[in-house]
């Protein structure tokens, strides 16, 4: 026998014994209810992984709801293009800009609770598969929410609602009460090198 037709062979000796492991789990695994994901970390990526379950989410059938607590001074792709879809989508951009854009936390305070009080409605309405509350874990860190608060109606969601909250310096209780967790690292990034946001890779 070669050397190559042994690595097959070890090989597909090998993925038959995780087949084996990972059949045995997904068998295993058969609650099925509504799940909290926070995406955290300092690295790219959390808003556009929330996103992409957006549209896996409307590929289901299944209505979504996004509210955006900070961004909000200018336009992004993703806002462009679910709004093409007022009926599946229910999209709130709440924010004002990035806290040291404002420069007036009492106002960002405000906003904050002012797209909590959309958030709220919601997480109260079982017609609504997926809400996405982007950027909710930077103003659960300034304070300008109260994460028990915050953490009670989210509890109180419907039974088979998803939710998914994003924003670097997720706290403890966030992660805590979370399903699942992802933490973004930053390994390097463009911006570092002069080069600006632009159509389709927003920073």
């Not at 909290?36 to 896996?56: E, I």
């Not at 709130?92 to 806290?99: L, N, P, S, Y």
């Not at 930077?138 to 989210?154: F, N």
């Amino acid at each position: 026998m070669s050397e190559s037709t042994e690595r097959d062979v070890r090989h597909k000796a090998r993925m038959q014994r995780k087949k084996a492991l990972i059949d045995e789990k997904i068998a295993q695994a058969q609650d099925e209810y509504g799940l909290l994901l926070v995406h955290s970390g300092n690295g790219k990526g959390k808003s556009s992984s929330a996103f992409g379950m957006v549209a896996r989410t409307l590929g289901h059938g299944l209505k979504v709801g996004v509210v955006q607590f900070i961004k909000g001074a200018a336009s992004t792709g993703e806002e462009t293009f679910f709004r093409r879809f007022p009926e599946e989508v229910s999209y709130h951009v709440m924010g004002e800009g990035f806290t040291w854009e404002t420069q007036d936390r009492q106002r960002d305070i405000a906003k904050a609770q002012e797209a909590w009080a959309v958030a709220q409605r919601l997480l109260s309405d079982d017609s609504v598969g997926l809400v996405v509350l982007d950027e909710l874990n930077i103003a659960l860190k300034h304070g300008y929410l109260e994460l028990d608060a915050v953490l009670a109606d989210i509890e109180a969601r419907p039974l088979l609602q998803h939710v998914v909250v994003t924003g670097r310096g997720a706290l403890p209780g966030m992660i805590e009460a979370a399903d699942t967790v992802t933490e973004m690292s930053l390994v390097k990034h463009a911006f570092k090198s002069g080069v600006k946001a632009q159509k389709g890779i927003e920073f």
